[in-house]
């Protein structure tokens, strides 16, 4: 069966009218006739008893109704399905980010793409460092990253979504926690418990070169794999650490003061995204990202 005819059956079945069907499928009543004969030589059954006045489905045509109903509401499905996805409305977006430092900016993202456009799954992967998410996006396994870093390789677009300050987490009773700053030369004598050096933490890489700059290597005691650990050795007095304020706004432990790391300028904190991508959904979840997440001033 094709799909004309069964629309052509569904109209004759309704209307019990050849004239009035043919009316309706803006066609000409003897190709009409032509089609529903054709389609009872192919189904091998008589679907309508016709006479001079009237029209009247047989067993097989009363058979036929739902299923062919089943069959025209398919095809629409499939229809609004593919004119979805072609207008951004269904797909898949994955993003990577570092769980404590930005799960605050993806929620009201995520939350804004949930209510506008339901049929687009956001796949969010909460413990992904920035050079992980560089490499996921290279090898298509993410579509979208929020990262803090320095530089980026070719072939990578972004966009600024806010800017953030360094801070140091420095145990209650230590001696720089009441102070309004601390310098980096001042902590050239502390532990310092940070994240992971590998799958790559640009908050490592950094404490590295401030401290270099300063003529010392960090002694680093121990390593956490995410920000909620890390404040957690803090406040055992296991080491102080380096981290940025969305970390000491939204992870709070009375045991742990956060000092905010003199003559430093802001890090800007980006989405990310494969240029030249050319994913509907990627795009209408970037043009929701510039809603929830505009670009702040400078």
Same mark, same amino acid.
């Given at each position: 069966?094709?799909?004309?005819?069964?629309?052509?059956?569904? =109209? $004759?079945?309704?209307?019990?009218?050849?004239?009035? @069907? /043919?009316? #309706?499928?803006?066609?000409?009543?003897?190709?009409?006739?032509?089609?529903?004969?054709?389609?009872?030589k192919q189904l091998g059954a008589v679907l309508f008893e016709r006479s001079t006045r009237s029209v009247q489905l047989t067993e097989a045509g009363l058979a036929?109704?739902?299923?062919?109903?089943?069959?025209?509401? =398919? $095809?629409?499905?499939?229809?609004?399905?593919?004119? @979805? /996805?072609? #207008?951004?409305?269904?797909?898949?977006?994955r993003i990577g980010f570092a769980g404590s430092s930005s799960h605050h900016l993806v929620g009201q993202w995520a939350k804004l793409v949930r209510r506008t456009h339901p049929g687009i799954e956001f796949v969010l992967t909460s413990s992904a460092y920035a050079s992980e998410v560089l490499n996921r996006l290279s090898e298509g396994t993410?579509?979208?990253?929020?990262?803090?870093?320095?530089?980026?390789?070719?072939?990578?677009?972004?966009?600024?979504?806010?800017h953030e300050n360094l801070v140091v987490g420095l145990p209650r009773e230590h001696r720089w926690a009441g102070e309004p700053a601390v310098h980096m030369a001042d902590l050239a004598e502390e532990a310092w418990v940070m994240l992971p050096s590998e799958p790559g933490s640009m908050l490592r890489d950094l404490l590295q070169r401030l401290a270099q700059n300063e003529g010392f290597t960090p002694r680093i005691v121990q390593s956490a794999p995410d920000s909620l650990s890390l404040v957690a050795l803090v406040s055992a007095d296991v080491g102080c650490t380096l981290t940025v304020s969305s970390v000491a706004r939204h992870v709070v432990?009375?045991?742990?003061?956060?000092?905010?790391?003199?003559?430093?300028?802001p890090i800007d904190v980006r989405l990310v995204w494969r240029e030249g991508d050319t994913s509907a959904a990627l795009a209408e979840v970037l043009r929701l990202s510039e809603e929830a997440l505009p670009t702040p001033n400078e």
């Open positions: 069966m094709e799909i004309h005819q069964i629309r052509a059956f569904l =109209a $004759v079945a309704e209307e019990l009218h050849f004239g009035r @069907a /043919a009316q #309706r499928l803006h066609v000409a009543q003897p190709p009409l006739s032509r089609t529903i004969k054709q389609l009872e036929l109704i739902e299923p062919a109903r089943a069959i025209l509401d =398919a $095809v629409r499905l499939a229809e609004m399905a593919v004119t @979805a /996805a072609g #207008r951004g409305q269904t797909g898949r977006v993410l579509d979208i990253g929020i990262v803090r870093l320095l530089f980026f390789p070719p072939g990578i677009a972004s966009r600024v979504v806010a432990n009375p045991e742990v003061v956060f000092v905010p790391l003199a003559d430093q300028g």
